[in-house]
């Protein structure tokens, strides 16, 4: 069984100010039980609401926040 953080939902995700958004694949990162990235790369965009819960070093890996 492994950790992962969800980076990316095809399921809309609705934000505080009435918007949503939702990408076309389901996608995640594996994270060790500190909830650091096991990976080194991400492709592809990841959703601004990681930001919220604090999810820097992976944030810093995305080319793109959505």
């Known amino acids: 069984v492994a950790t992962a953080v969800i980076i990316r939902t095809g399921n809309p995700i609705r934000r505080e100010d009435g918007s949503t958004v939702h990408f076309d694949q389901n996608a995640c990162v594996l994270v060790d039980s500190k909830m650091n990235p096991i990976g080194t790369r991400v492709f592809g965009p ?21």
């Open 46 to 66: 990841v959703a601004r609401e990681l930001r919220d819960k604090n999810y820097m070093k992976i944030l810093s890996m995305a080319p793109e926040v959505v």
